[in-house]
Nanobody, 126 residues
Framework: QVQLIESGGGLVQAGSSLRLSCTAS????????MGWFRQPPGKEREFVAAISWSGSATDYGNSVKGRSTISRDNSKNTVYLQLKSLKPEDTAVYYC???????????????????WGQGTQVTVSS
């Protein structure tokens, strides 16, 4: 059974930083591209970041580019998302996802991702 479990969300103040984690089980983690998406309240889910299986390639959504860093530790089956200079508009449920077969040109699209976590809430107060 595949499980992706996110953690690290919570209530934070604007301007602060946060690190989200997602630990996977039931998949060959080191052979999966890992992505982060988020869904703000009342809005559609959007791409945040993705990282190749080796960690050598990353991609970021425009809304977090320059303020976020995605990384992974294949020995721990875990992917991380570091968010800095948080803004109230970063408030969302953050989901991690795994893709076993995906082109680097489609990292930002949801369809190629086979598995999804249940999400972790991040709330940024002004």
């Amino acid at each position: 059974q595949v499980q992706l479990i996110e953690s690290g969300g919570g209530l934070v103040q604007a301007g602060s930083s946060l690190r989200l984690s997602c630990t996977a089980s039931g998949i060959t983690f080191s052979r999966n591209v890992m992505g982060w998406f988020r869904q703000p309240p009342g809005k559609e889910r959007e791409f945040v970041a993705a990282i190749s299986w080796s960690g050598s390639a990353t991609d970021y959504g425009n809304s977090v580019k320059g303020r976020s860093t995605i990384s992974r530790d294949n020995s721990k089956n875990t992917v991380y998302l570091q968010l800095k200079s948080l803004k109230p508009e970063d408030t969302a449920v953050y989901y991690c996802a795994a893709a076993t077969s995906i082109s680097s040109t489609t990292y930002s699209t949801e369809r190629p991702y086979n598995y999804w976590g249940q999400g972790t809430q991040v709330t940024v107060s002004s």
